[in-house]
């Protein structure tokens, strides 16, 4: 069993749509959980982290932390055509107060708004 | 502030060959983690390193791999007799050590073995 799961989509919606991305993971030593955006054939892009349980909201995204059922989401509303891309959900253990930086990765999604 | 670089973009060896994949981290950033990206599949992890030291190279395969991060100069990573199995994409990140949760990722250096 991968240490992190996620459906590799593909995901297509309309322009306008909430789309919804999520994550389930088996380690539960993880505390930090970021989602990054990756374009075709450019570098993974951090949008955000978040640390433990609890919602963070940043623009048009939110991410959501449910340690207890060891499962993450990426909320994007009001989806754009430039919002397609692959996003990759990533975790990492907690060390001396902060991330240790080796981050275990999902699959990735991928996903298309059509206009 | 210049991102993270990584070169060469593209490299192309023959099987047997040596490929040496250079990352030069943002300014500032001391710690630099090295991942590979197969196709169709996530980052993975191979290793991290801070100037002149290995902290954590669990998931580096065992044989024709290595890393350094010289004291001076970019960070390396080094695979000897390259196969066809070692073509992927292959990222390096950067952090300052503190704010480790934003890591900042290169673009790439995409390995052919033909």
């Known amino acids: 069993q991968k240490e992190v799961e996620q459906d590799p989509g593909p995901l297509s919606v309309p322009e306008g749509a909430i789309v919804s991305l999520n994550c389930t993971y088996s380690n539960s030593a993880f505390q930090y959980f970021m989602w990054y955006r990756q374009y075709s054939r450019k570098g993974p892009e951090l949008l955000m982290y978040?640390?433990?349980?609890g919602n963070k909201e940043d623009g048009r995204f939110t991410a959501q932390v449910d340690k207890s059922s060891k499962y993450i989401s990426l909320f994007i509303r009001d989806s754009q055509p430039s919002d397609s891309a692959t996003y990759l959900c990533?975790?990492?253990?907690?060390?001396?107060?902060?991330?240790?930086?080796?981050?275990?990765f999902g699959q990735g999604t991928i996903l298309t708004v059509h206009p | 502030n210049a991102g993270v670089m990584q070169n060469p973009r593209h490299l192309v060896r023959r099987r047997g060959q040596e490929a040496r994949l250079r990352c030069s981290p943002m300014?500032?950033?001391?710690?630099v983690y090295w991942y590979r990206q197969l196709p169709e599949e996530g980052l993975k992890f191979m290793v991290y390193l801070q100037k002149e030291n290995i902290i954590d190279e669990s998931g580096m395969p065992k044989e024709r791999f290595s890393a350094e991060f010289p004291k001076e100069g970019p960070s390396i990573l080094r695979i000897q007799q390259v196969v066809r199995g070692d073509s992927a994409a292959y990222f390096c990140a950067s952090s300052d050590g503190v704010r480790t949760t934003e890591a900042f990722f290169g673009q790439g250096t995409r390995l052919t073995v033909v």
């Open positions: 978040t640390y433990s349980s």
């Open positions: 300014k500032g950033h001391s710690h």
């Open positions: 990533a975790m990492s253990v907690s060390a001396g107060g902060t991330s240790y930086g080796k981050l275990t």
